[in-house]
């Protein structure tokens, strides 16, 4: 009799608050929430480095990851839009990391990642 191994245990983002990692921390760097309802994933994001404000939605897979398309507004104006693959799992720490494979509309392409932080104070 063998044992099964045990289904590994997916992240929830659902109400989680993210900031991209950036080699420079001191510059600033983008930060939001994401929000999951079944299998519908969006998020806002805020300001940080260069970004003023952004929006995801996308769609969970069953295997935790989720396809989803973002659109992003720049301090400058410029206005960045694209797909992404993201795929979460946990650090070391317990805390939620998420890859994001993303092509923008321009044809570039990249991974970057977001790191689970505190739930940040936001001024009304």
Known sequence: MSAT???????DVDGVWFQLEVDDP???APYGQYHRDDDVIWAEFYAG???????????LRADGSFDASYCLLTETGELISGACHSIPEFDAQGNILVTDHFRRADGSRGVSRIRQIPSPVREV
């Not at 191994?5 to 992240?11: D, F, H, S």
């Not at 480095?49 to 769609?59: C, D, F, H, P, W």
């Open 5 to 11: 191994a045990p289904e590994p245990v997916v992240p």
């Open 26 to 28: 001191a510059a600033g």
């Open 49 to 59: 480095g260069t970004l003023r404000s952004g929006r995801l939605v996308g769609r």
